[in-house]
């Protein structure tokens, strides 16, 4: 079966430059889960979906993050305006049915904020 | 507070002797723990998870409850076995795992 697909890879931007991620699930996959994984560091959830509704995002910078699920398949990540903090990897995660040790971890994206 | 704690950044062992990866929890409900992988290039994979019971890789790992401790062990290490090791706690109500801060294992040959 195909993985979990996340695009851009790699990314560079300016600090208050705004930059989104995108990430398709495996197919079937009702939960979907996007980290937050700075160097040296185990990934950190920012926001939890099950299809298109938010189970959570107590962990999600709200200021300027946000993420959306429409139509409860493919997810966006937006950073608006970016900060040389948010410079990480981050990861699309999505599992089955909510099993939550099941996860199927994308490539995730590299940010760099200069 | 729930929390996960891999005191060891940095573990090298040479291939054929015993590793033991550490991690303990700090967790006030019923622990239900997990090993992670990420090999080079490779995407981050479950490894193993504690019900189980299993031995995946020829890894292992007992929960103590009592220590709060998690350790993954393997009897005889392969050079294959070189990657990043993650411990993570299923935080139950909001299933949603917390995740140590890794090891990176080294097998030298």
């Known amino acids: 079966e195909a993985g979990v697909a996340q695009s851009p890879r790699y990314k560079i931007i300016e600090k208050r430059q705004s930059v989104a991620f995108w990430c398709n699930p495996i197919?079937?996959?009702?939960?979907l889960y996007w980290y937050q994984q700075i160097l040296g560091q185990g990934p950190k959830l920012l926001i939890q979906?099950?299809?298109?509704?938010?189970?959570?995002d107590s962990q999600l910078p709200k200021d300027r993050f946000s993420a959306e699920r429409l139509k409860g398949v493919d997810s966006t990540l937006k950073i608006q305006p970016a900060k040389l903090e948010d410079s990480a990897v981050y990861l699309c995660?999505?599992?089955?049915?909510?099993?939550?040790?099941?996860?199927?971890f994308g490539p995730g994206t590299r940010l760099t904020v200069t | 507070a729930q929390r996960v704690t891999q005191p060891e950044k940095l573990l090298s062992v040479f291939k054929g002797a015993p590793v033991e990866l550490k991690c303990n929890y700090s967790y006030s409900g019923s622990p239900e723990l997990f090993w992670y992988v990420q090999y080079s290039r490779q995407r981050l994979q479950l490894l193993l998870r504690h019900i189980s019971r299993e031995s995946i890789k020829g890894f292992t790992a007992d929960l103590n409850k009592g220590e709060t401790s998690f350790h993954l062990k393997k009897p005889f290490a392969q050079e294959e076995d070189s990657a990043m090791y993650y411990c993570a706690l299923l935080i139950q109500g909001a299933q949603k795992l917390v995740f140590g801060q890794g090891t990176r294992l080294t097998i030298n040959p």
């Open positions: 979906f099950q299809n298109n509704g938010v189970v959570d």
């Open positions: 197919s079937g996959h009702a939960t």
């Open positions: 995660a999505s599992s089955l049915d909510g099993t939550t040790y099941e996860q199927y």
